[in-house]
Each structure stands twice: as structure tokens, then as C-alpha cells.
């Protein structure tokens, strides 16, 4: 049932498929991140209590959930490719791990700038805001972990197995604010119950959360394909393709 | 699935399990120790068996009790009540509250306990919940009405 799946794990079709779905990827991505961003930015209601002060959330609320759902898309990736042995999988992994990155420092970065004013404080050793920043270590440990090997087969498989050890992080972030008391407030949209937030301010941090996961698809994607050229370069068909352009 | 596949799906997913269970544990135990504040009724009964000592530096966490906010009219201190299910507990503090302290608000307090129900405190941030809305729904849904600063009888600021 999954033969149709198996010619993608070979590079040359990886490559292929990312090249096509790219666009795909990068113009709604950045058509609705412009979109939600200036919804939310100037259109948008301010809040009853913190005022325009809560349009930090435009930007952190995406950039903390991608972090995390990123991260679980990296583990899978491991996962696959420990038990298939799938090289274009780890070749996912070194693309996916600085996008992460990136999402994970924005998170962090925008969620201290409105913690000053809000708070009163740019940062707090509470559970949530401490899981994050363990994601965001993981995401280098990651990173370091794959440079430093010669040989990016073994550096794949050491990577895959850091990616799934570190998931257990993720439901510890996600429940930290039930779990344990914290500064930080309980979930407003990922959770089952209707989101706590009046709907014309929810639409255009909804919108955000789908531009900026298209985005980071794309992003990802590009660094994919580079990674591949990087990892492939002797073979005929890198060679065929790089003389043609 | 050929076997060495398979075999190889047993072996990641048994070590993943061994090293979620071993975390989980240590979470558990630790549990106490990653909260981050106290509730009042913590301090004053004790928490898991053991009562907070005079003189020990910890966080309180709690509302502010409507009515018991009291400001000296000659210096930065300010003294208020905070309170989670049961007792409450009095927070001393001298120094700039955040914007977002009013009665009836969420408080972590950082200080040292001066007597079984007082605390000295040196830091004081405000909690927020997770709901956002705009002005007039709160004041729909919340009876809460709020005036800009410069909208309060023609003072400048």
C-alpha cells in the first residue's frame, strides 16, 4: 500500500518533488503571513487589558506551536529513517533543524519583549518558558551533532536518535502550564475546548499560524534540495543537472 | 515489513519507551521542586508536609484581594492581600507595580517570608490569563470598563 511512497526516499525524485512543491509552499505562505500580520498589526482589535501590547501574539503564538510541530516533523524523520534506513531522511533532518532553530529564538525573543511590559519581567525559570528553551538547545545540539561528523551517514543516524529522545520534550512544553504553576498563562488556541479569544482577534493569528507553517514547509524544502546537491554531488545526475543550468 | 526492518522498529521504538519512562519518573519525583510559586494556602499549611521557615526566600503566587490594596501616601510601599481557595496571605512591597496590577488580578511575588502569613517582597509580576478580547466585549461580558489614563477628568499625563 505504500509502493507508491518508496521512489521519493531515492534523492534525484526527493529533489525533484521539492523543486514542484516549492512554490506551492513560498507564495500562499507569504501571502497569508503578510495578510495575518497586518490584520493583526493594525486591523485588529486591542486587548481589554493589555492593550496593543497583545499583538505580540500575532507573532509568537505561530512561531512557539510551529516550533514544536517543526520539531516533530524532524523526530519522524528520524524515526523513518532509523528503521528504513533512509538517507534522504537524515539529508530532512540537517534541512529542518536551523528552521526550527529560527522558530524557537523568535518564540523565545518575542515572548521575553512581551513579558517585559506585561509581566514585568523579560524572563522567569518557569516550567514553560524553561522547555522552550531546552527545545531551542536541542535544535543546536542537532545542528553541532551533524556538522561534526565526517561521515554524514553516521552523522544521521545520531541525529535521528537525538531528534527522538528529544521528543519527550514536546508534551512537557505543551503541558508545562497545566502540569506545574508558571507565570506564563494556560493555552488559548491549542487545546479542545473553543479557543479564549474573540474571534475577529483569532483570524488573523489562524491565518498567521498557516502562513507561517507554508513558509517554513518552503524554507525547509529549499534547504532540502541544497542539502541533497550537497550530499550528491559526484553522482551523474547532480552533475547532469548542474551542467545543464 | 521484512524482518530486519522490523526488528530494527522494536529496537528504537523499546530504547524510546525506556528513556520516556526513565524522564517521567524524574519529572514525577522532581515534581514539587518545578513549580514555580507558592499558593498562599501553601504557605500557610505547608506544602507535601513541610511548612515554609521565617526568614526563606520563596514565590507567592495569587489574587489580589479586592478592597485590601493599600497604597503609603508618602513613599513607593504598598501593602496587599493575596489569596488562592483558603487563607491569605499579606504581601509587603516597595517599589513600581507592573502595569497590569489591579485587585482581582493574578500575582507572583518574590520575597522573603516574614512572618507565617507575610512576605517581604522584592519583585512583583503580574499574571495574565489566556483570554484576549476587545474593550467593549469585556465590558459586555465583564462589566469591566476601561478609561485611558488621559480620559480621567482632565488630568494631563
Redesign the interface.
Known amino acids: 500500500m505504500w509502493k507508491w511512497l518508496h521512489p521519493y526516499a531515492k534523492t534525484e525524485r526527493a529533489h525533484q518533488l521539492a523543486g514542484t512543491l516549492f512554490p506551492w509552499f513560498a507564495l500562499p505562505g507569504l501571502i497569508l503571513f503578510t495578510l495575518g500580520t497586518v490584520w493583526g498589526l493594525v486591523f485588529a ?6 492593550g496593543d501590547a ?1 499583538r505580540i ?1 500575532y507573532i509568537h503564538v505561530p512561531s512557539a506551536l510551529l516550533s514544536m510541530s517543526v520539531y516533530a516533523s524532524m523526530a519522524i524523520c528520524g ?1 523513518i529513517g ?4 533512509i538517507r534522504t531522511c537524515y539529508m530532512a533532518i540537517a534541512a529542518i533543524a536551523p528552521v526550527g532553530a529560527v522558530l524557537t529564538f523568535i518564540a523565545l525573543w518575542t515572548g521575553a519583549t512581551w513579558g517585559k ?5 523579560w524572563w ?4 514553560r518558558l524553561t522547555s522552550e528553551l531546552i527545545l531551542l538547545f536541542l535544535y543546536f545540539g542537532i545542528m553541532a551533532l551533524y556538522a561534526s561528523f565526517e561521515d554524514k551517514l553516521q552523522a544521521g543516524k545520531a541525529v535521528s536518535v537525538m531528534a ?2 528529544g ?2 520534550n514536546l508534551p ?1 512544553i505543551h503541558y508545562s502550564v497545566e ?5 506564563h ?4 488556541i491549542s487545546k479542545f475546548e473553543k479557543p ?3 474571534p ?2 483569532l483570524w488573523p493569528l489562524l491565518i498567521n499560524l498557516l502562513g507561517l507553517a507554508l513558509l517554513s514547509g518552503a524554507l525547509v524544502l529549499q534547504r532540502l534540495r541544497n542539502e541533497i546537491v550537497m550530499r550528491e554531488l559526484r553522482r551523474p545526475w547532480v552533475i547532469n543537472m548542474l551542467k545543464e543550468q | 515489513m521484512n524482518p530486519r ?1 522490523k526488528q ?2 522494536v529496537i ?1 521504538i523499546s530504547v ?1 519507551s525506556l ?2 519512562a526513565a ?2 519518573l524524574m ?1 514525577y519525583s522532581l ?1 514539587n521542586n ?4 507558592y ?1 498562599p494556602s501553601e504557605i500557610v499549611n505547608g506544602k507535601s508536609g513541610r511548612m515554609p521557615v521565617v526568614g526563606e526566600r520563596l514565590r507567592i ?1 495569587g489574587m489580589v484581594v479586592p478592597g485590601t490594596v493599600k497604597h503609603d501616601q508618602k513613599a513607593l510601599l504598598v501593602k496587599f492581600d493575596l489569596v488562592d481557595t483558603g487563607p491569605s496571605v499579606t504581601v509587603k512591597y516597595s517599589g513600581l507595580l ?3 496590577f489591579r485587585e482581582g488580578q493574578g500575582i ?1 511575588a518574590t520575597g522573603v517570608l516574614e512572618d507565617s502569613s507575610t512576605i517581604r517582597a522584592d ?17 459586555a461580558m465583564k462589566g ?1 470598563k ?1 478609561v485611558k489614563p488621559k480620559q480621567l477628568d482632565g488630568v494631563d499625563y
Open positions: 482589535p486591542a486587548d481589554y487589558q493589555q497583545f501574539i524515526f532509523l528503521v528504513w534506513q511590559p506585561m509581566w514585568g519581567t522567569v525559570w518557569d516550567a527522538m529522545v521528543v519527550i512537557i502540569w506545574w504553576n508558571t507565570l498563562q494556560g493555552a488559548t479564549s479569544m474573540a475577529e482577534m | 526492518r530494527r522498529m528504537v524510546f528513556i520516556v524522564i517521567s519529572l515534581n518545578i513549580d514555580l510559586f499558593t503566587g507592573p502595569d497590569l507572583v519583585e512583583v509580576l503580574a499574571k495574565h490569563d489566556e483570554e484576549y478580547m476587545p474593550p467593549e466585549l469585556a465590558e469591566i476601561h
